[in-house]
Nanobody, 125 residues
Framework: VQLQASGGGLVQDGGSLRLSCAASGGTVSNPTVGWFRQSPRKEREFVAAIRWSEGNTAYADFAKGRFTISRDKAKNTVYLQMSSLKPEDTAVYYC???????????????????WGQGTLVTVSS
């Protein structure tokens, strides 16, 4: 399974971006797709995740109210809509996937087997 992340770019403080994570090359049973980010001064951190079948979602505290994760089953794509972006949101954003994750695993990057290449989001002040 390959994951392709896209949609990053340069945006001003308070702006919006929509990231996409397209899956191809195989099928995974009952997958969960998550978004994680990493900046030079921080360790990788969880952003949001969605369980494909039920649509259950999880968000990091900093993402609640500003970011929305969704999926399009017809396009095999997961989206991360980000609004009210702040300079501290600047990071490389990665999407990741795995099958049959339980809810408690959704925020744990080590539970994911498949990773996209990352897309850079830069928020200017």
């Amino acid at each position: 399974v390959q994951l392709q992340a896209s949609g990053g770019g340069l945006v001003q403080d308070g702006g919006s971006l929509r990231l996409s994570c397209a899956a191809s090359g195989g099928t995974v049973s009952n997958p969960t797709v998550g978004w994680f980010r990493q900046s030079p001064r921080k360790e990788r951190e969880f952003v949001a995740a969605i369980r494909w079948s039920e649509g259950n979602t999880a968000y990091a505290d900093f993402a609640k109210g500003r970011f929305t994760i969704s999926r399009d089953k017809a396009k095999n794509t997961v989206y991360l809509q980000m609004s009210s972006l702040k300079p501290e949101d600047t990071a490389v954003y990665y999407c990741a996937g795995n099958s049959r994750l339980i809810v408690s695993q959704m925020r744990n990057g080590y539970a994911y087997n498949y990773w996209g290449q990352g897309t850079l989001v830069t928020v200017s002040s």
